[in-house]
């Protein structure tokens, strides 16, 4: 597939749940296809290419649904939102984030194939435009039963732009998070951890909780996972 189309899952207003914004009041535009398959992805239904329960926009259109809302912050989500050409998407007066699980670099050009078998391409993104998004960079640990992209985390923990988000489910996770951060000396400014799981008892766990805290890092509540747990269009 071509790079000058977008394939849309859904497109709702809700607050961040997630990360350095999180409680922010947004929009969410939440891209079609995923080039991972983790265990544990709540939003499998962007795998699907059959599923006809996505939309298809051009470059203008999109741009007007970000245009017209009345949200200033603007979050591209998925799926993963890196398989599209993002900078193209940049309107002026609006703040732009990206949640990405990493194993996509958006500013090289990109030609992959999907989990089923089909291909992905674009161009890659103007930098001078990517730099000012809010970047949540989410590598998967081996708990999303995924093989580890090292080779990409290497250049995003070389740029100044982005913040890391982790989703553990137990001290173990913990630790594979820890021992990255020492492999790449990473800032703890910029790992931030949530607790896995799809309903409210999962995200209350103070004693994991107090873990992270005694690492250095930063907690990231899940707040839509509180509100409404698994809940599409939330
Ligand atoms: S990267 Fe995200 S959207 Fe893709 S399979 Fe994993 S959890 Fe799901």
């Given at each position: 597939m071509g790079m000058d189309k977008y394939f849309v899952s859904e497109i709702f207003r809700s607050i961040?749940?997630?990360?350095?914004?999180?409680g922010v009041n947004c929009l969410f535009i939440r891209f079609q296809f995923c080039n991972l398959t983790c265990s544990w992805c709540d939003t499998k239904y962007t795998w699907l290419r059959k599923s006809g329960t996505f939309k298809e926009y051009s470059k203008e259109e999109l741009r007007k649904v970000i245009e017209d809302s009345p949200c200033h912050h603007i979050i591209f989500t998925g799926g993963?939102?890196?398989?599209?050409?993002?900078?193209?998407l940049a309107v002026t007066g609006k703040k732009f984030h990206v949640e990405t699980n990493?194993?996509?670099?958006?500013w090289e050009l990109l030609n992959i194939n999907l989990a089923d078998g089909s291909n992905f391409s674009r161009s890659a993104m103007d930098m001078n435009i990517i730099k000012h998004f809010n970047w949540v960079i989410s590598p998967k640990l081996s708990n999303s039963g995924q093989s580890f992209h090292e080779n990409k985390l290497k250049p995003w923990t070389e740029k100044e732009f982005g913040i890391f988000k982790f989703i553990i489910t137990d001290e173990n996770d913990l630790n594979e998070v820890s021992k990255l951060i020492e492999k790449y000396n990473?800032?703890?400014?910029?790992i931030y951890i949530g607790l896995e799981g799809t309903n409210i008892n999962t995200q209350l766990k103070p004693e994991l909780v107090d873990k992270i805290i005694n690492s250095g890092f930063n907690f990231s509540p899940r707040l839509h996972v509180m509100l409404w747990g698994a809940t599409k269009g939330k």
């Open positions: 961040q749940g997630e990360g350095n914004y999180a993963e939102p890196t398989l599209y050409r993002l900078d193209e990493s194993s996509i670099l958006p990473m800032s703890k400014d910029r």
